[in-house]
């Protein structure tokens, strides 16, 4: 099956749904949905910006962290991609972070609808103590997880090989069958990693979708 039979999932059609203060607010817990989480200069609203071709849906902001809320995006499928607050800016108030920290842990442990976690990461600062603190949540609820490692054309190749590699052997020690734990590389300038990520987010909000071979 090809990546562009009908199975693979119409990203263009991602449009804004609701905004939600805490899961208490989100959406009924129905159906499917991928979240994106990640430092607040991570690059987020641009990745998912990327990934709908439209640069526009989520907002971008001079001042990383300023999105507080939980923002949901519906595809033309029905599933739901989900923005979850920026995390671990050093200009939001201690109150405020642990505000956040708390929201995302309920939400990444208590919602059924979650299929899976897109954690990304600038390429050049991995694995910070909030990365660490996500993926820990995560393997608490039993929750996949793929990392975007970001800005990936900021680095020559032999050097963000070399990163993303480091991050690999991290999983592994985390989920030595790597059955939940995944990473790639990825630049929302270049669009490089693109059919990647689509792949994955496929995979999660389609049952019926099935990668190209050479995707394994």
């Known amino acids: 099956m090809s990546f562009m039979d009908s199975t693979a999932i119409n990203f263009q059609s991602a449009a804004f749904l609701t905004s939600a203060p805490s899961i208490k607010q989100c959406p009924e817990d129905t159906g499917c949905e991928v979240a994106f989480a990640g430092r607040s200069n991570a690059g987020k609203s641009s990745a998912i910006n990327t990934l709908t071709r439209n640069g526009r849906l989520a907002r971008t902001s001079k001042t990383p962290g300023r999105t507080q809320l939980i923002n949901y995006f519906q595809l033309a499928n029905g599933a739901h991609l989900v923005d979850l607050p920026g995390y671990g800016y050093a200009k939001v108030p201690k109150a405020m972070k642990a505000e956040w920290d708390r ?87 270049k669009k490089q990693g693109l059919e990647q990520l689509e792949v994955q987010l496929s995979h999660w909000l389609n049952t019926d979708f099935e990668a190209p071979a050479d995707q394994g």
């Open 103 to 189: 929201h995302l842990a309920e939400y990444l442990q208590l919602r059924k609808s979650l299929a899976g976690l897109i954690l990304l990461m600038d390429i050049r600062h991995p694995l910070q103590d909030f990365d660490l603190q996500m993926l820990n949540w995560a393997a608490q609820a039993g929750l996949p997880v793929h990392i975007l490692l970001t800005k990936s054309d900021k680095l020559k190749r032999g050097p963000a090989e070399s990163t993303k590699l480091k991050v690999e052997k991290h999983l592994r020690d985390m989920d030595p069958g790597r059955t939940l734990l995944s990473v790639q590389t990825f630049s929302s300038l």
